[in-house]
């Protein structure tokens, strides 16, 4: 490791990733296949540095933007990697999806108009896979099954520019209960979906064997039929539950539960120590007072870095091994955390914000609690200028400096 650091850092485990991509494959139907998502700098775990490990693990990886796809891409063929199946989620120009079509990136064909685009592939003369996003009860970006003639009025217009080659759908609720009813009507409006557009294709002459996919982490976890051709987790591949209820729910539905590994941890050295008398208060706004003569250490980052504010007064950080309770508000590049308790404590120790240090551990989910929001955020949200070091297994092979 490093040893220059001054400011916070991320540790991505790649052996955890890796190790989490095993265990999600158990839970593919025979001749399905594992997807991975990678969106959101993959959950804020970095990209470039977890890519090497999911690359070789997983079937598919799912982006929402173009950067990422072309990323993806010229890694590829800079290490002489084969190229996986690639599919943007998210919103394109017109322009980036002629580029997909370039670059065998698939597309999703969603709420909010493609015609264009469509129009755009067919005049430079390529081709793009698309798969069609069903609404069936998020209310977000899927096209209604009995509006898809309309909406994809253009398709034959515009001929082999555009070919359909899956159907998705996404769950709104699944890891929030542990009853899976919402979640079983949006199954079966997909199958409904599915049929419709199959037979739109059929009309038009198009292939109708269509890819199915529905599953997120949890759904793919804890609703076996939702898991169909292809799988979709996020969360989990990093090693985190979805919800403590999806947790609950797989212990029913598996019997055991799917062992994941945390596969990040968020370190900063301590940037000072200080000792403060009975009474003197610390942070902005004077929220804490010394209730005895204490020691503080100071830990040079903060909400500019990701740390959320609101776990002022409220988050646990480790410092040699044991839990210190963060004193007073977070600020922009600072945070301040009793360590009376930990006495040796020296500038340059290394605290632990997310991650385990000997046998005390804080969760991505703990630090989230005291933030009243959830680990999704918490770690999509670790700033892109904190860098991430890749750790274990290939990280040797891995990211490029
Ligand atoms: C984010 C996302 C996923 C992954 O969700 P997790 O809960 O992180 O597993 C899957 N599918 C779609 C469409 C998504 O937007």
Known sequence: MESARIASFVEVDLDALTHNASVLRRLVPEGGKLGGVVKGNAYGHGLREVLPAVHPVVDVLYVVTAQDAWWIRSWESRVGAPRREVLVLGVLSPEEVVRCGREGVSVVLSDGGFEAHARAVAAAGVSVDAHVHLETGLSREGLWADRLAADLSWLAQVGPAVSIRGALMHFA???????????????????????????????????????????????????????????RPGISLYGLWPSRETRISARMVLGDLPPLRPVLSWRVPVQAVKDVPTGQPASYGCTWIAPRPSRLAVLPVGYFDGFPRRAGNRAQVLVGGRRCPLVGRVMMNHLLVDVTEVPSVQHGDLATLIGRDGDAVVSAEALAEAADTIHYEIVTRIAEHVPRVPVGGSSASGAPG
């Not at 609720?173 to 079983?184: I, P």
């Open 173 to 231: 609720d699944v890891e929030d209960v542990t009853e899976q009813d919402w979640a079983l009507h949006q199954l079966s409006h997909f199958e409904r979906g599915v049929l419709a557009l199959e037979a739109l294709l059929a009309d038009q002459g198009r292939p109708t064997q269509l890819v199915r996919h529905a599953a997120a982490s949890a759904a793919a976890m804890v609703l076996s039929a939702s898991r169909l051709d292809v799988i």
